[in-house]
């Protein structure tokens, strides 16, 4: 069975740092590309990026300048560093992972609550 887990999540205050993981089994990261994105309470879930291995990852203006992907080819991890967090940014995470011709595996949920 092919899973991805988003762990990392939690309280931070405004201004703090955290750095998600999406890790997957199942399936090898490297031959996907992965995806980070985000759905706040009430809204719509939203992309932040994605990134394919030998390519510069795309980011969205929500991510861009605070958030950057990583990745970790032997721990079939890709991270998402997520810096200068404002409330704005609570929300639960998620990484999703699609090649061609494949559906898109989703990851659960990793919640991220930005103090005031």
């Known amino acids: 069975d092919v899973q991805l887990q988003a762990s990392g999540g939690g309280l931070v205050q405004a201004g703090g740092s955290l750095r998600l993981s999406c890790t997957a089994s199942?399936?090898?990261?490297?031959?996907?590309?992965v995806g980070w994105f985000r759905q706040a309470p009430g809204k719509e879930r939203e992309g932040l990026s994605c990134?394919?291995?030998?390519?510069?990852?795309d980011y969205t203006d929500s991510a861009k300048g605070r958030f950057t992907t990583s990745s970790d080819s032997a721990k079939n991890t890709v991270y998402l560093q997520m810096n200068n967090l404002k409330p704005e940014d609570t929300a639960v995470y998620y990484c999703?992972?699609?090649?061609?011709?494949?559906?898109?595996?989703w990851g659960q949920g990793a919640l991220v609550t930005v103090s005031s």
């Open positions: 199942g399936l090898i990261l490297d031959d996907y590309g």
């Open positions: 990134s394919t291995r030998g390519y510069t990852p």
């Open positions: 999703a992972a699609e090649r061609s011709g494949s559906s898109t595996n």
